[in-house]
């Protein structure tokens, strides 16, 4: 590059000067005088690439009476960074029409050529490596040219560049981008959003509570036992609810827990109360104890509580690892494919869990043990809760309320059996209690209601649009 | 007449943008009815509430932009059928076509091939589109159909399609579902019931505050009931489109860059008017096939009276000082100005800088600091004589102290007004100054130039040495300072006042209906049309009853009265309609 005393001079004596002078003189200028003001501009727009290429040249020869330094400023500046003296060299303080705005578009004359010669005078691409964050992520032309508005590229500047516009310019920019066939880098991952473990807490709360409310009624009697009941199912309502509320089981959608309630409920009365009803009872209400008229089950509901925190767990797991599949997978049937085996792990996980549980309070509680009703309504339940966390509401409804409705039917045919006539209504559910005892009635329900929910999760969890992460209202 | 004026995050609301202007004009156009439809873009926004109504504004719907609202609509099989048929046209128009040449077809209409293709990919996209209203229309259940699998599967299917533009083929599953989101987020005003004939479909105008999603709900009138649609923009939605999430993966900037450009050309070719604030919008509505015969560039408007005291006495100014106003950040390029200052010093050593503004945010902050400590740095303190008490030739300052009431006294303590920004929107602040009757040097950035017309001197940014040169000589001309500064006032109060702004907006309404056909036909006994049975003014409830409109005793409607020319509401004038 040549030295600032040389870009002090230009070298044509036709453009630079004429440019110089006019522009000094519509420095003085008033106002009234800007009749000139459209045919400067057009020089302005015009010239000054290849004044860039004389400059680069240092041609000789100081003809021109010294520029004025407004000049020399744009000189100097094109030397040093070729596509900021583009920017610059338009030059003097002019005073110009803004109907002129739009009329930079002039053709380069005959000297584009010797400014073609130089490669410092290509100020596309100083422009471009200036910009190149801007040109590689570019999806198309119109994108390059709203970033180099936003960093102050008009048309007049465009003009330097020899383009009529900025549009033009930016799509000059966007061909000229180097792009090898491969893909962009692979975006990283978004950050897991971060795991917050107050749900953890929360999850184990119920179970807690279920089991404080247990000892309770194992310890008292009477009123104070009666009392410690009703307290103790309204904590652990409670407390279910605001598992519910938080954590990987949060639903978008608000959800009645109403069926629910009635199957628990079951799983507490409902066998007692099918053993009396068969055997012609039952005989007075439910005191709390497994030996009474109307024998409770507490183990299956105490083990169900327990299951609130696997059951919070697996639904981390499964969504959680959905999203990793979500990030990896590069097409929806990939990823279908992928989502299927972890919905099925996470459903046997819990299934694990709960056996256990159900054990473990069986053993501690020194109850029969309820496995299979106890299974499938845990079954029945994680299904239902999973697909309404992920979006689906319709399903998990239906089938809840078929099987509490089926619960509901099979006790009420049994009493209805007891009218006289009507005996022929009780037969169905006594052969199905003759054939696997009580515990056949809510197996059969929830046990068909799970499978049903877990054929439909299937289908409707392993697609993408069930995991999508939902918009935060603003 | 009735004007449906659509709006998104902005008029009625308190903190709406461009909400200003859109109550200047509803408030100066009082003779005629304003419908406000309006979409909140925030829950922030909603609890805010609504600036106070003039009573001409009848009636007044909103819709939230930020709430997920499922009307609980299953589609039947024929529905989704209908719905993946539209949608999938819809994404394979995303998809096909490269972005940023879909939008140039109008240049390229004229070149056979390539310009009826893309004026079919623009017919297809405007099929899809109002394929997808009238579906929402008939059966609902639109938000939900649009988050579907079904719909990301229409979307991965044209990304996967041969022709797909090269970043599309790139989306991954991810990239999908979030365009699926966001397309169904701007696709939201297509489940609005706004469309009835006792709705949109009874204003003779809708009129479009701002591109984008707020002009949808009146592309749609157009489809239902032939409304016409009057678009202003006073920042081009596209544009502000491309400049936001500029980290979002290229897959999902492409298709969504897609849309939002093929959704400006459909407006754009739809509306009967297009109105851009500036030239800059201008040139973007057209490079985005805006017809230049519907292109009426109406300037923005700003209150001129807290500047009349101050432009109609410039004499008292001390004529060595200069004053830069403006809020502080770094696009300001306050360093240029600083610099520049340094070198008219030189030539002039008695002249002095007074810098008002804010800074805004801690950017801003920072930025103010930095120059501060350049000031300091450049200029040592200076004092009258050995007794006095020196001070910097660079003072920064804010307005509001006992000094700097207001801005216009800010522009009044100087002979001269610089900005030297390196970016620049539509420049208020020059406005300003010229309404302050004051000469201007300023940066060529911009619509400064557009504003400025004439009257200023303009300089290239980023140049103190050219900055300089044209401080110091209009320092050193007061005649042709006070010249420049008449010119200024006069060109901002013929351009940029509100009232103009009104007019011209009166003006295109006229223009609009005038050249709009009766859209509701009344037939008489016979079966043949009745003509004159349902004039403009039939629309206008209790106004032509009313003893006190003009109407009856000049013998002619309302809106063919004179141009109205209405004082302002007494807001502050800082903003512009932007």
């Known amino acids: 590059m040549s030295g600032l005393g040389e870009l002090d001079r230009p070298g044509t004596p036709g453009s630079p000067g004429a440019w110089d002078s006019r522009s000094r003189e519509s420095l003085t200028d008033p106002v009234a005088g800007g009749g000139g003001a459209a045919g400067e501009h057009a020089i302005a727009g015009g010239s000054p690439v290849a004044r860039g290429g004389e400059v680069a040249e240092g041609a000789e020869g100081s003809a021109v009476a010294g520029g004025s330094p407004v000049a020399r400023g744009g000189a100097s500046d094109g030397g040093a960074a070729g596509a900021r003296g583009g920017a610059v060299g338009g030059g003097a303080a002019v005073t110009r029409d803004g109907a002129a705005g739009g009329g930079g578009a002039v053709a380069v004359g005959k000297e584009a050529p010797s400014a073609a010669r130089r490669a410092a005078a290509d100020p596309v691409k100083a422009l471009m490596h200036r910009h190149r964050d801007l040109c590689e992520r570019a999806v198309d032309p119109l994108e390059i040219a709203a970033g180099l508005e936003a960093h102050g590229v008009t048309d007049r500047t465009a003009a330097r560049f020899r383009h009529r516009d900025v549009f033009s310019l930016a799509e000059e920019m966007y061909a000229r981008v180097p792009r090898d066939g491969d893909a962009s880098p692979r975006p990283t991952n978004p950050p897991a959003p971060r795991a917050r473990t107050g749900w953890i807490v929360l999850a184990l709360l119920p179970g807690a509570l279920c089991a404080a409310t247990v000892a309770g009624l194992r310890l008292t009697e009477g009123r104070p036992r009666l009392i410690a009941a009703v307290v103790g199912a309204l904590v652990v309502t409670l407390a279910l609810r605001a598992a519910l509320r938080r954590g990987p089981l949060r639903a978008a959608t608000r959800t009645t827990g109403t069926w629910t309630c009635w199957l628990v409920g079951y799983a507490l009365l409902g066998d007692g109360l099918l053993h009396a009803a068969l055997a012609g009872g039952p005989d007075g209400l439910p005191d709390g104890t497994a030996e009474g008229p109307w024998p409770v089950t507490v183990a299956p509901v105490l083990a169900l509580a327990l299951a609130c925190a696997p059951a919070a767990a697996s639904a981390h797991l499964f969504a959680v690892g959905a999203r990793r599949k979500l990030a990896a997978s590069r097409g929806l049937a990939d990823f279908s494919a992928s989502v299927r085996p972890l919905l099925l792990g996470t459903v046997a996980l819990f299934m694990c869990a709960l056996t256990a549980l159900v054990a473990l309070t069986g053993a501690v509680l020194a109850e029969p043990a309820a496995h299979p009703q106890a299974l499938t309504l845990g079954a029945l339940l994680l299904l239902a809760r999973l697909l309404t966390v992920h979006g689906c509401t319709h399903a998990p409804t239906r089938v809840l309320t078929a099987a509490a409705t089926a619960e509901a039917a099979a006790l009420a045919t049994l009493f209805a059996g007891r009218l006289p006539g009507c005996g022929l209504l009780a037969a169905p559910v006594e052969a199905l209690v003759a054939a696997c005892g009580p515990a056949g009635v809510p197996t059969a329900a929830c046990g068909i209601g799970a499978l049903t929910l877990l054929v439909h999760a299937t289908r409707r969890l392993t697609r993408a649009s069930a995991h999508a992460p939902m918009e935060q209202p603003r | ?578």
């Open chain 2, 1 to 578: 007449m009735r004007i449906g004026l659509l709006t998104e995050g902005g008029y009625p609301y308190v903190s709406g943008e461009a909400g200003l202007w859109c109550d200047r004009l509803v408030r100066g156009l009082e003779q005629h009815e304003f419908d406000v439809y309006a979409l909140s873009r925030s829950e922030r926004q909603e609890a805010e509430g609504w600036v106070p109504l003039p009573p001409q504004v009848s009636r007044v719907r909103t819709a939230s932009l930020w709430d997920f609202e499922d009307d609980g609509v299953v589609h039947g099989r024929r529905a989704r059928r209908r719905f993946a048929e539209y949608y999938s046209e819809l994404a394979a128009v995303l998809c096909t076509t490269a972005p940023g040449n879909s939008s140039a077809y109008s240049e390229r209409a004229s070149r056979g091939a390539s310009g009826s293709e893309s004026a079919l990919e623009a017919d297809r996209f405007a099929n899809a589109l109002y394929g997808l209203a009238e579906l929402a229309r008939d059966e609902g259940g639109l938000p939900a159909a649009l988050r579907s699998e079904t719909a990301v599967r229409a979307l991965e299917r044209a990304c996967r399609a041969p022709g797909a533009h090269r970043s599309a083929r790139e989306a991954r599953v991810p990239d999908l579902l979030a365009v699926a989101a966001r397309l169904e987020h701007a696709l939201r005003p297509l489940s609005l019931d706004w469309y009835e004939d006792d709705d949109l479909g009874a204003v003779d105008l809708c009129h479009a505050a701002s591109g984008g999603t707020a002009a949808l709900p009146g592309l749609l009138a157009r489809h239902f009931c032939d409304v016409p649609l009057l678009v202003t923009e006073y920042g081009v939605r596209l544009r502000t489109h491309y400049l936001t999430e500029p980290d979002a993966p290229p897959a999902i900037r492409s298709l969504l860059a897609a849309f939002h450009g093929r959704l400006a050309a459909e407006t754009y070719r739809r509306a009967a008017v297009i109105t851009p604030g500036n030239t800059h919008a201008r040139r973007w509505q057209e490079r985005c096939g805006a017809d230049r015969a519907k292109l009426r560039t109406v300037h923005p408007g700003m209150d001129a009276t807290p500047f009349a005291e101050t432009g109609e006495s410039p004499g008292y100014a001390d004529p060595h000082t200069l004053v830069w106003v403006g809020r502080i950040e770094p696009v300001k390029d306050l360093v240029s100005l600083l610099h520049a200052f340094a070198e008219i010093r030189k030539a002039e050593p008695r002249a002095r800088l007074r810098i008002v503004g804010n800074p805004t945010g801690p950017e801003g902050a920072a930025y103010l600091a930095h120059c501060k400590g350049l000031a300091a740095q450049l200029f040592p303190d200076e004092a009258d004589g050995p007794h006095a008490v020196g001070r910097n030739p660079v003072s920064f300052e804010e307005t509001g102290g006992p000094e700097l009431p207001s801005r216009a006294d800010a522009y009044g303590a100087g002979a001269l007004v610089v900005l030297s920004s390196v970016v620049e929107g539509f420049p208020s602040g020059l406005v300003e100054a010229m309404f302050c009757g004051r000469a201007t040097v300023s940066t060529d950035v911009g619509a400064v130039v557009e504003a400025i017309g004439g009257t200023g001197l303009v300089v290239p940014p980023r140049n103190p040495r050219a900055l300089a040169e044209a401080c110091v000589a209009l320092l050193r001309d007061p005649e042709r300072r006070e010249r420049l500064g008449a010119a200024a006032r006069a060109r901002a109060l013929e351009l940029f006042t509100v009232e103009q702004n009104v007019a011209a907006f009166h003006g295109i309404y006229l223009e609009i209906l005038s050249s709009t056909p009766v859209r509701r036909v009344v037939l008489d006994d016979t079966g043949e049309p009745l003509p004159f049975a349902v004039p403009a003014e039939a629309h206008v409830p209790g106004r032509w009853t009313d003893p006190t409109a003009r109407v009856v005793a000049r013998g002619g409607p309302g809106w063919a009265t004179d141009a109205p020319v209405r004082a302002t509401s007494p807001a502050s004038a800082t903003e512009g309609a932007r």
